[in-house]
């Protein structure tokens, strides 16, 4: 009946649960308090990362409406890896923070595959048919 499977759809709305509650976890604190030395582009990546935490608690009731935000989350740690955490840590250039960085975006790039429905993802978003541009 169902295109993606009850099991997947559980193991989706476990990975929009990590998501929600570890930025809740390690961002709203800041959000809702900021210290006074909080650097501009600091303030900027902790609002977006509150809003992934927000859109990601409509992805525990809506799992495929949110795929996008999987999408997102996915390709963000995955151009870090690659651009940022793997030279450093190739370079022997990683501190505490960034290692920790490193791990978080690597379990992200490894999780977020495992769990995504590919067959719905790549008839949904790949081979369906666009949204017209102009007027019927």
């Given at each position: 009946?169902?295109?993606?499977?009850?099991?997947?759809?559980?193991?989706?709305?476990?990975?929009?649960?990590?998501?929600?509650?570890?930025?809740?976890?390690s961002?709203?604190?800041?959000?809702?308090?900021?210290?006074?030395?909080?650097?501009?582009?600091?303030?900027?990546?902790?609002?977006?990362?509150?809003?992934?935490?927000l859109?990601?608690?409509?992805?525990?009731?809506y799992?495929l409406?949110?795929?996008?935000?999987?999408?997102?989350?996915?390709?963000w740690k995955?151009?870090?890896v690659?651009?940022?955490?793997?030279p450093?840590?190739?370079?022997?250039?990683?501190?505490?923070?960034?290692r920790?960085?490193?791990?978080?975006?690597?379990?992200?790039?490894?999780?977020?595959?495992?769990?995504?429905?590919?067959?719905?993802?790549?008839?949904?978003?790949?081979?369906?048919?666009?949204?017209?541009?102009?007027?019927?």
């Amino acid at each position: 009946m169902s295109e993606v499977s009850t099991f997947r759809l559980y193991l989706l709305r476990a990975v929009y649960l990590v998501i929600a509650v570890g930025l809740g976890i390690s961002e709203w604190p800041v959000i809702v308090s900021p210290p006074q030395n909080l650097g501009h582009m600091s303030s900027v990546v902790r609002g977006v990362l509150g809003a992934v935490s927000l859109l990601a608690i409509l992805g525990i009731r809506y799992p495929l409406r949110m795929l996008p935000l999987l999408f997102f989350e996915f390709l963000w740690k995955f151009i870090w890896v690659l651009a940022f955490g793997l030279p450093l840590w190739s370079a022997q250039q990683l501190d505490p923070g960034t290692r920790e960085t490193l791990y978080a975006c690597l379990m992200g790039v490894v999780l977020v595959p495992l769990v995504m429905p590919w067959a719905y993802v790549f008839r949904h978003y790949l081979t369906a048919p666009g949204d017209r541009w102009g007027r019927q």
